[in-house]
């Protein structure tokens, strides 16, 4: 199983970038599919999530109200709509899913089991 994110670029500070992301190979359950992003020198960082079923969302607090996930249940897809992008932005973001049903791992990097190969956010002022 792979996944496959896509969507990065290098933009300008207040612009937007959508990322994506769907898996090839075998198909397999997952509960929740998350974002997460990674600066250089930093730890990876939990960014939005949202569970397969209901579509409930989870965000950190530093992108509240900025960016957006959203599935596409149909394609097995799951977006990550990013706006007013910060130079604080800048990462490599990363998708991946959980096969935990308890939603109080959807912030937590060792839940998730397979993962994308990471897309370059570049914010510049």
């Known amino acids: 199983v792979q996944l496959q994110g896509v969507g990065g670029g290098e933009v300008q500070v207040g612009s937007s970038l959508r990322l994506s992301c769907a898996p090839s190979g075998r198909t397999f359950t997952s509960h929740f599919m998350g974002w997460f992003r990674q600066a250089p020198g930093k730890e990876r960082e939990f960014v939005a999530a949202?569970?397969?079923?209901?579509?409930?969302?989870y965000y950190a607090d530093s992108v509240k109200g900025r960016f957006a996930i959203s599935r596409d249940s149909a394609q097995s897809t799951v977006y990550l709509q990013m706006n007013r992008l910060k130079v604080e932005d800048t990462a490599v973001y990363y998708c991946a899913a959980n096969a935990v049903s308890d939603i109080g791992t959807v912030y937590e990097v060792k839940y998730y089991g397979f993962w994308g190969q990471g897309t370059q956010v570049t914010v510049s002022s």
């Open positions: 949202i569970s397969w079923s209901v579509g409930s969302t």
